[in-house]
């Protein structure tokens, strides 16, 4: 199976940084990647598909961008409630994989 | 209002029997994947399986095939995830995920079924 490597695992930022998290499949994988955010006690949320295309709802503070093993996630300027941990998964062939996961600290 | 409605908390022992459900609303039921993901306490996301409520397509990651059956109900628009003989290792937060059209991922989630399983 394909594999995701999220990094990285921890970011400590502040109110206002701009935020990157990196996601690397272990083989091509195309832009079949999606994002999700997930608060404590909370299910996750997805925030883009197709590793570019923003979800319905979602504020456009929230970008990705790659396509093959290699993909980013920004939040552009980190608001107060974005502080929660976020997945890649990979969508190309079941199972749907997920990264490991990093969780964005309050610096 | 598209939702996903999953039962409430479960606590049992090793070796009892358990049937979750997540009941869909707000959409064709049969026109749209349903899955299951496993979160264990503390810990990240694992895909469990996917299946098709139109023709009771279902694929199962090889780390779950033989520990879980997920199967599901088109007259009450409702999918099931049950084991037959709980671990205490199956202990976690289950939630179940539309998928959604195209290539989006699970764009629908429930609120999650938490399963504690202890002697």
């Known amino acids: 199976d394909i594999q995701l490597t999220q990094s990285p695992s921890f970011l400590s930022a502040s109110v206002g940084d701009r935020v990157t998290i990196t996601c690397r499949a272990s083989?091509?994988?195309?832009?079949?990647l999606a994002w999700y955010q997930q608060k404590p006690g909370g299910a996750p949320r997805l925030l883009i598909y197709?590793?570019?295309i923003l979800q319905s709802g979602v504020p456009s503070r929230f970008s990705g961008s790659g396509s093959g093993t290699d993909f980013t996630f920004t939040i552009t300027s980190l608001q107060p409630e974005d502080f929660a941990t976020y997945y890649c998964?990979?969508?190309?062939?079941?199972?749907?994989?997920f990264g490991q996961g990093t969780k964005v600290e309050v610096k | 209002e598209v939702q996903l409605v999953q039962s409430g908390t479960e606590v049992k022992k090793p070796g009892e029997s358990l049937k979750i459900s997540c009941e869909a609303s707000?959409?064709?039921?049969?026109?749209?994947?349903i899955g299951w993901v496993r979160q264990m306490p503390g810990k990240g996301l694992d895909w469990i399986g996917i299946?098709?409520?139109?023709?009771?397509?279902?694929i199962y990651s090889p780390s779950f095939q033989g520990q879980v059956t997920m199967s599901a109900d088109k007259s009450t628009r409702t999918a099931y995830l049950q084991w037959s003989s709980l671990k205490t290792s199956d202990t976690a937060m289950y939630y179940c995920a539309r998928r959604g059209s195209d290539t989006r991922g699970f764009d629908i989630w429930g609120r999650g079924t938490m399963v504690t399983v202890s002697s």
């Open positions: 197709a590793a570019s």
């Open positions: 998964q990979r969508l190309n062939t079941y199972p749907w994989a």
């Open positions: 707000g959409y064709s039921f049969t026109t749209f994947y």
């Open positions: 299946m098709y409520p139109g023709h009771s397509d279902i």
């Open positions: 083989q091509g994988i195309n832009t079949y």
